[in-house]
């Protein structure tokens, strides 16, 4: 019993182990086929979809005969990697890593599989998210675990990635995902969604269908729909922040180039957490200064929202960044200059050059007065102090070399007197300040510290070895607060310039492009380059990054306005530098008097120069200057015909009666109408009525052409004077000098004490008169002149409104009769050479004539009145009888016309 109970047992074992094998084998053999069918179709699939498209494909797996059929594909080169390749050694052949692999096919047996597969990749020279990432599972029949492997693909940032399996139903499925959205395109099915974001879409694959291309890969970054970035940010430096809060989109006005970033963001239709945190740069070797970088390389954060040096980013292993569309500048840093003080004022009024010429020159003078002239070198000295403050010399030398010497001398001394003089009242009245750093070679001379950024210092490679230069943060401005004599070499920073009223050079050290930091391999890279380069192409990148400079220029203008000096009235210690220097030279002038009168007492000598040898009378020297001017009536106003006289020149004349003559045998000759006829056609072109028959020969057009011309430009230029003379009153010129005066027909008449003084007078109609007032001639005669004094002719032609020439007939000194032996003569001269020496007497004598010439004019303008008034009845009488002349040539005209047709019967 208990032995058919164990060949019971045994042979059903038997049979379980028979089924288990059967099952084993069935199951192997099922896998076998459907992996050769997923190949086959996806061979397929890449020949109709890809291959002329895509000219590279790689190959990971372990299937020799997949890889086989792969290498078979024409059109298209094959990068084969099996398990058992070591990646490393092809990795370094330059023509193998040049290569941008456009498909990359994976046959793997589960996802762990699937991830070591794609960390060999990685590391390789051909990785790239960009690719189309096609995976096989060997080593299942359904597609449950589709999930998986697409998760994985996620994880290494792979979006073009499509998983390729075969349902229990025979069916051949495609998946792929979207991380962003539960967005696809209707050919895609919506399969399961884990969270808000993450969504997973299949497709049934026939390789007969029309749609089996459409749409397989697609921009999954194409509807963000809010799906949120998170980012680092450098904040502004006057914002608050916290480290531990999280910011958002209504945050960005916190950061610089808040605009731009608006623009991007709104573009992209994303969320943005923002988190801020403190001064965030790399060094010049493209170090990471800060921790917060280092969570932004791990895949912490998506990217940094401040612009970067593109020079420190460009090829990181660690970070990828934007195309760089922004420019920025290496400027100079500095604290404003400070103003001067009035003794720094007096140090720069001169040059050292000038000073030393000066020095040189009061020495020279100095010897030339107490050797040459052997005035002692006592005198001497004052004589030189007399120059220097511009109050003349006390002895003029008689000598004609030191005359000659004492002239560029006397030149010189004015000139520094009158400079001076006018850089005293400037200094004394306007705040005047040091000359700011503008470029290098300002900066080189300065005794400033100088700081530079870490990323800038290449710049400096060649500054002068005896300057230390100090290493500083990427905004070195910061270094300026605490340190007035530093000097700052970095980024270009309105914001630390406004808020700390600093200076920034005119000239720039060096330009560069600026950047934004993002984690490595991140998907939406290429969206948002895209987005920079519409915005850059339409100009709106340019026009926000202008206006951002505009308004921090507004803000440096206005801060200049509130901090430039304002004008108030004087204070006591704003002119006490002045009244310093008053003090000084009222002591000098103090000892110079005293000095001088001790010299008049031990050297009681008045030198004096006798100027005449006149029996009964003696004279001042002569001092004021004066001469014997032209008076006449004022001529009247030009008549209507002496204006129309006076309308062209005797050669256009002669010009016009030429053309008029030559016009009338041309047109005689070749058109055979006869004299009276051309006549008539001569007479309408000098009307600017045109010809009454245009000739047909060419020959007499060819002529007629500057013959027109001639007579439209005679009746343009015959209207525009018309109605300018007979609208303004024109008057005759007036007699200014002798020429004219002898070319006229005047009666002169001139007093017989000035006889001597016109002896070549060409003019003979000349009287003499013993009345010194001939102006009473000129009043009786029209056609007269008088010649006289001008000291007496001013108030005569202001009172009776006559003409005084612009040119004197002669010029001579006038001085003031003294008699013989007057005690107080010479007295009385040292007296006037003084006034004339300190120029009170020129004074006096101008401000006289500027009065008197100020009364003349003033009654010129009197005179002058009826230049410009309404025009009149009476003014208009020349031109109505203008226009009756006119009016009488047009009629004989028409009447010499109609006989003339009338005649010879031409009716038209």
Known sequence: MYFIKFSTYITVIYFMAINFLADANLTSWNLKNNSKLLE???????????????????????????????????????????????????????????????????????????????????????????????????????????????????????????????????QINLYTYNPYTNWAPSSWHHQLQINKTWTLYNRPFNINSNNTCSNLI??????????????????????????????????????????????????????????????????????????????????IYDMSLNFRYLRNVKNHRFFDYTYSYTKSSV??????????????????????????????????????????????????????????????????????????????????????????????????????????????????????????????????????????????????????????????????DYEAATRFYLHMSKETVADFYETQLMRKNWPLKKKINFIYSILMECGLLPRLRYQQLVTWQKVLAQNEERNSPKYRPVRKKNILFALKLFTVGIILSIISFIVEIFYYKKNNKIKTLKLNNNKYFDFTYPLTKSGLVLTTQRKGYLTPWQKICQFYSQGVIILTLIVCLTSVVFISIYKNQGLSSACLEVFRLCVGTGLLHMPNNTIIRIYLFPVLLLFLLLGLSFNSKLSSFLTNSNPLENIDNIEELENSNYTIYVYEGIKTFILNFKNKNIIYTSNIDCYKFVLNDSSSACITYESRSYDRAMKYKLYIGKIRVLEFYEVFLMRKNLPVGKKIKDIMS???????????????????????????????????RPVTIEDLYFSFKFLAVGLSMSFILFLLEFFHYKKFNLYR
């Open 40 to 170: 086959n179709e996806l061979m397929n699939l890449l020949k109709i979809c890809f291959v002329g498209h895509s000219n590279y494909l790689m190959m990971l797996g372990h299937d020799d005969d997949f890889i086989d059929k792969i290498d078979k594909i024409e059109t298209a080169s094959t990068v084969i990697i099996k398990n058992n390749s070591n990646i490393d050694t092809i990795k370094n052949h330059w023509q193998l890593s040049s290569i941008q692999l456009d498909i990359i096919i994976l046959s793997i047996k589960s996802s762990k599989n699937l991830e070591l597969e794609l960390s060999k990749l990685k590391s390789s020279p051909w990785w790239s998210i960009d690719s189309h990432y096609f995976i096989i599972n060997t080593s299942n029949t359904s597609c449950d675990n589709a999930i998986d492997y697409l998760n994985t693909t996620w994880h290494m940032n792979l979006l073009s990635s499509i998983f390729m399996c075969q349902e229990e139903n025979q």
């Open 218 to 299: 697609f921009d999954k970054t194409r509807y963000l729909n809010g799906y949120p970035i998170k980012a680092l940010a450098n904040p502004k430096k006057k914002e608050k922040y916290k480290t531990d809060v999280n910011y958002n989109y209504t945050s960005l006005s916190k950061i610089s180039s808040s605009d731009l970033l608006r623009c991007l963001f709104s573009a992209l239709n994303s969320s943005l957490i923002i988190h801020l945190n403190g001064p965030m740069y790399l060094d010049n070797n493209g170090k990471p200064t800060s921790q917060v970088f280092y969570q932004l390389s791990d895949g």
């Open 331 to 492: 400027v100079i840093i500095t604290h404003k200059s400070k103003q001067m003080t009035p003794e720094e004022k007096f140090k720069r009024y001169y040059s050292r050059n000038v000073v030393m010429l000066t020095i040189i020159s009061c020495l020279l003078t100095l010897f030339a007065f107490g050797i040459y002239e052997k005035q002692g070198f006592g005198i001497a000295f004052f004589e030189v102090l007399r120059l220097i403050f511009n109050t003349g010399l006390l002895y003029m030398p008689t000598s004609t070399t030191m005359r000659i010497y004492l002239y560029p001398i006397m030149i010189l001394f004015l000139i520094l007197s009158s400079t001076f003089n006018s850089k005293l009242a400037s200094y004394l009245t306007h705040k005047h300040y040091h000359s700011n750093i503008d470029n290098i070679d300002d900066l080189k001379s300065s005794n400033h510290q100088v700081f530079v950024a870490n990323e800038f210092e290449h710049y400096l490679k060649n500054f002068p070895r005896k300057y230390h230069i100090y290493l500083a943060s990427d905004f070195c401005s910061s270094v300026l607060l605490n340190n007035s004599n530093a000097a700052c070499v970095g980024r270009r």
């Open 834 to 868: 003084r006034l004339m020496e300190s120029g009170l007497l020129s004074r006096w004598r101008y401000k006289l004539k500027f009065f008197w010439n100020e009364l003349v004019e003033q009654s010129n303008k009197e005179i002058a009145v009826d230049y410009y």
